[in-house]
């Protein structure tokens, strides 16, 4: 095995992660900004660094192991201004003051979690057994402002359905003086328990998970303003008729929330009232479902209530109700509002996101050019732009301020060891997105390739883009192995707009499997001579690891052998909001779970299939993998299973990252009867 090959490098930086910079945050005059960053492209222990805007000189404001943590900071918050922040690092609770490069211990209940310093400055809020409380930042009035009523009670955190599907993984919100906050309370008791045990240590008990199944119970979500002076007022809305919280906050204007229903097809914008009441300042509907967007609702400095609309086959942003980008243009996130400029990602074409500024009297900007997946973050005039492009599997960042100079955010990440230049392509009547990697070297004389599918396909991602992710660098490594590798992004990937996205509502396995075959043969046809037809593979993770093994069960014609990790094989064993909105409720459209189903496909196997699956993983809980191989071996299906012991959904043990694609490839080879 090579001593540097690709493999050793995914699992010595996790996909390329340490020493990149993120999380960056400009001050409020746009002096300085923080961010995180390793110190080097393997060191995990991330720290809080502020860069001059003016100088483009770094500082170090926090070092984990000088604050003597073997881990790094996750996250911080600042107050209004960027002269402090706060975070939780090793158990404890710490401030930094930026002008002075100084860190201090703020004393706090045990195991702080989600720390956030009011916009003042004066108190940090935080979570600690389930309860909210705050403490001064000067150290003292620690104190809980809510305490959980019973076990599975949580105040200020996010439930499960809010975090992995909304985009909203907070669970309060301070006002902007820091006298009160708007607080999630969240209660789970009623929502079904799973339980997680480790074969590999059978002496340590099992982990019990809150885990809402398709069909069963969600969390009790209710929303409370609580006063720093105690007192506490629950807001009131129809739970019944919508029962999802999917955004909330709190800006000059008032606490407001943004509601759904169980169907996912209505989305309330609520403004509340000092005492609880609330008042609908907007409502969407879709006989679908209505597609939440990361960032939003948001309101503008004069109150312009930012949102999206679908007309027709478009994205479009809105503000005070009025579209305000053009058709064709896809809006993906709103990523920051300043006054009255609204700052968001979108997309022309599906394989490009870029940045994109709205001001009532300027109109649209796009502020990132070329190729790529590009985002920021702008206040007090300092844009900070982050692209992503072939090549660069971590990325870009630099500071841009009119009439300076751009700086770069130093990055240590580690460059590829492979120089992965797809081909993209756009196949068949469809116009299907595809990515065509090759081995390195390869010309046509060679003759024609065994071919690897490598999709993930599904509504969550898209893998044909112009960033450079780590997946394509995994692409590039399967092609230099000897294979044609085809990355193909059917209908229900994001990017094409609402009628793309929504084709596959009610069917997730048969449109997205038909364009993995539409853009194979498509392919073929373009390139004669190239791909062997009878050697064809399919690889996958996740939804892709589904896609892989519904391919070899349904279509043993076209694919001979499938490797599938974490695959969701019984749609009634995922969560609520995720599967109800492609499936509907199970008892309302059982026969929609049934046309999902793995286990019902089982005695359909002719081909070569191997499950891949982390037996910690929480996400798509490992009774998948077991439930579709028992059903294999009830109808005499030979099949390989392999368990990963203590691996969640995306592995993270250095050995495992980097043998799993070895223990892939030798098994596609020999399925495929590859010497």
Request: glycine letters at 10%; proline letters at 8%; hydrophobic letters at 40%.
């Given at each position: 095995m090579a001593t540097d090959s690709l493999p050793r490098r995914l699992a010595r930086t996790p996909r390329f992660t340490l020493g990149v910079p993120r999380q960056p945050e400009p001050s409020a005059d746009g002096s300085t900004v923080l961010f995180l960053r390793g110190s080097t492209c393997t060191d995990p222990l991330s720290c809080l660094w502020a860069l001059d805007a003016d100088s483009g000189q770094e500082r170090l404001?926090?070092?984990?192991?000088?604050?003597?943590?073997?881990?790094?900071?996750?996250?911080?918050?600042?107050?209004?201004?960027?002269?402090?922040?706060?975070?939780?690092?090793?158990?404890?609770?710490?401030?930094?003051?930026?002008?002075?490069?100084?860190?201090?211990?703020?004393?706090?209940?045990?195991?702080?979690?989600?720390?956030?310093?009011?916009?003042?400055?004066?108190?940090?809020?935080?979570?600690?057994?389930?309860?909210?409380?705050?403490?001064?930042?000067?150290?003292?009035?620690?104190?809980?402002?809510?305490?959980?009523?019973?076990?599975?009670?949580?105040?200020?955190?996010?439930?499960?359905?809010?975090?992995?599907?909304?985009?909203?993984?907070?669970?309060?919100?301070?006002?902007?003086d820091g006298t009160a906050l708007l607080v999630a309370r969240v209660d789970e008791r009623a929502v079904t328990r799973l339980f997680l045990a480790d074969p590999a240590n059978p002496q340590q008990p099992p982990r019990a998970v809150r885990y809402p199944l398709a069909g069963t119970a969600n969390a009790d979500v209710s929303l409370w303003l609580l006063g720093l002076d105690g007192s506490r007022v629950e807001v009131r809305w129809d739970h019944t008729a919508v029962e999802y919280l999917t955004a909330a906050g709190w800006d000059g204007h008032g606490p407001y929330a943004a509601v759904q229903s169980r169907d996912q097809r209505t989305v309330r914008t609520l403004a509340i009232e000092p005492d609880g009441l609330t008042r609908v300042l907007a409502e969407r509907s879709d006989p679908r479902w209505v597609e939440l967007l990361p960032g939003l609702p948001v309101r503008t400095g004069s109150g312009a209530l930012v949102d999206t609309t679908d007309d027709c086959d478009t994205r479009h942003l809105t503000v005070d109700g009025k579209p305000v980008t053009p058709a064709g243009l896809q809006v993906r996130a709103v990523v920051g509002v300043e006054g009255e400029e609204v700052l968001f990602t979108a997309s022309e074409e599906p394989t490009e996101t870029h940045l994109w500024a709205y001001l009532p009297d300027l109109g649209l900007r796009k502020l990132s050019s070329g190729p790529g997946l590009h985002t920021g973050v702008r206040r007090g005039g300092t844009l900070v732009l982050t692209s992503r492009v072939t090549g660069l599997p971590a990325g870009r960042t630099e500071v841009l301020r009119e009439d300076r100079p751009s700086l770069p955010l130093t990055s240590y990440a580690e460059l590829p060891v492979l120089a992965a230049q797809p081909e993209f392509l756009r196949l068949g009547p469809r116009e299907l997105r595809a990515a065509l990697h090759l081995p390195t070297g390869h010309r046509s004389a060679d003759g024609p390739l065994p071919v690897l599918l490598d999709p993930y396909a599904g509504p969550a991602m898209q893998?044909?883009?112009?960033?450079?992710?780590?997946?394509?660098?995994?692409?590039?490594?399967?092609?230099?192995?000897?294979?044609?590798?085809?990355?193909?992004?059917?209908?229900?990937?994001?990017?094409?707009?609402?009628?793309?996205?929504?084709?596959?509502?009610?069917?997730?396995?048969?449109?997205?499997?038909?364009?993995?075959?539409?853009?194979?043969?498509?392919?073929?046809?373009?390139?004669?001579?190239?791909?062997?037809?009878?050697?064809?593979?399919?690889?996958?993770?996740?939804?892709?690891?589904?896609?892989?093994?519904?391919?070899?069960?349904?279509?043993p014609d076209v694919f001979h052998a499938a490797s599938a990790g974490a695959t969701p094989a019984d749609p009634r064993m995922y969560d609520t909001h995720w599967q109800e909105r492609f499936l509907g409720h199970p008892d309302e459209y059982p026969g929609h779970y049934d046309s999902c189903d793995l286990t019902a496909e089982a005695p359909k196997l002719s081909r070569p299939l191997l499950l891949i699956q982390g037996l910690a993983d929480d996400n798509v809980f490992p009774t998948h993998t077991l439930r579709l191989s028992r059903a294999l071996l009830a109808a005499g299906r030979p099949h390989e299973v392999l368990p990963l012991c203590g691996a969640g959904h995306g592995p993270t043990d250095e050995a495992v990252v980097e043998n799993l694609l070895h223990h892939e490839l030798t098994f596609l080879r020999r399925s495929l009867d590859l010497s």
């Amino acid at each position: 095995m090579a001593t540097d090959s690709l493999p050793r490098r995914l699992a010595r930086t996790p996909r390329f992660t340490l020493g990149v910079p993120r999380q960056p945050e400009p001050s409020a005059d746009g002096s300085t900004v923080l961010f995180l960053r390793g110190s080097t492209c393997t060191d995990p222990l991330s720290c809080l660094w502020a860069l001059d805007a003016d100088s483009g000189q770094e500082r170090l404001i926090a070092d984990p192991a000088a604050l003597g943590s073997d881990t790094g900071i996750a996250s911080y918050s600042t107050d209004a201004s960027c002269a402090f922040a706060a975070f939780a690092l090793g158990g404890r609770l710490w401030l930094a003051d930026i002008a002075e490069g100084s860190v201090r211990p703020v004393p706090s209940a045990d195991e702080p979690q989600d720390s956030r310093l009011d916009p003042t400055g004066r108190t940090i809020a935080y979570v600690s057994g389930g309860a909210l409380r705050v403490v001064g930042a000067d150290g003292t009035g620690d104190r809980a402002l809510a305490e959980p009523e019973a076990c599975d009670i949580t105040y200020g955190l996010a439930e499960h359905v809010a975090a992995e599907e909304m985009y909203r993984d907070r669970g309060y919100w301070w006002s902007p003086d820091g006298t009160a906050l708007l607080v999630a309370r969240v209660d789970e008791r009623a929502v079904t328990r799973l339980f997680l045990a480790d074969p590999a240590n059978p002496q340590q008990p099992p982990r019990a998970v809150r885990y809402p199944l398709a069909g069963t119970a969600n969390a009790d979500v209710s929303l409370w303003l609580l006063g720093l002076d105690g007192s506490r007022v629950e807001v009131r809305w129809d739970h019944t008729a919508v029962e999802y919280l999917t955004a909330a906050g709190w800006d000059g204007h008032g606490p407001y929330a943004a509601v759904q229903s169980r169907d996912q097809r209505t989305v309330r914008t609520l403004a509340i009232e000092p005492d609880g009441l609330t008042r609908v300042l907007a409502e969407r509907s879709d006989p679908r479902w209505v597609e939440l967007l990361p960032g939003l609702p948001v309101r503008t400095g004069s109150g312009a209530l930012v949102d999206t609309t679908d007309d027709c086959d478009t994205r479009h942003l809105t503000v005070d109700g009025k579209p305000v980008t053009p058709a064709g243009l896809q809006v993906r996130a709103v990523v920051g509002v300043e006054g009255e400029e609204v700052l968001f990602t979108a997309s022309e074409e599906p394989t490009e996101t870029h940045l994109w500024a709205y001001l009532p009297d300027l109109g649209l900007r796009k502020l990132s050019s070329g190729p790529g997946l590009h985002t920021g973050v702008r206040r007090g005039g300092t844009l900070v732009l982050t692209s992503r492009v072939t090549g660069l599997p971590a990325g870009r960042t630099e500071v841009l301020r009119e009439d300076r100079p751009s700086l770069p955010l130093t990055s240590y990440a580690e460059l590829p060891v492979l120089a992965a230049q797809p081909e993209f392509l756009r196949l068949g009547p469809r116009e299907l997105r595809a990515a065509l990697h090759l081995p390195t070297g390869h010309r046509s004389a060679d003759g024609p390739l065994p071919v690897l599918l490598d999709p993930y396909a599904g509504p969550a991602m898209q893998k044909v883009t112009a960033g450079g992710a780590w997946h394509e660098q995994v692409s590039q490594w399967f092609a230099d192995q000897g294979f044609a590798v085809l990355v193909v992004d059917g209908r229900g990937t994001p990017g094409r707009g609402p009628r793309w996205e929504r084709t596959i509502w009610g069917d997730k396995a048969g449109p997205a499997l038909e364009d993995q075959i539409d853009g194979l043969r498509e392919a073929a046809r373009l390139r004669p001579g190239l791909f062997d037809l009878d050697r064809v593979a399919i690889r996958g993770w996740s939804y892709g690891g589904f896609l892989a093994a519904l391919a070899v069960m349904r279509r043993p014609d076209v694919f001979h052998a499938a490797s599938a990790g974490a695959t969701p094989a019984d749609p009634r064993m995922y969560d609520t909001h995720w599967q109800e909105r492609f499936l509907g409720h199970p008892d309302e459209y059982p026969g929609h779970y049934d046309s999902c189903d793995l286990t019902a496909e089982a005695p359909k196997l002719s081909r070569p299939l191997l499950l891949i699956q982390g037996l910690a993983d929480d996400n798509v809980f490992p009774t998948h993998t077991l439930r579709l191989s028992r059903a294999l071996l009830a109808a005499g299906r030979p099949h390989e299973v392999l368990p990963l012991c203590g691996a969640g959904h995306g592995p993270t043990d250095e050995a495992v990252v980097e043998n799993l694609l070895h223990h892939e490839l030798t098994f596609l080879r020999r399925s495929l009867d590859l010497s």
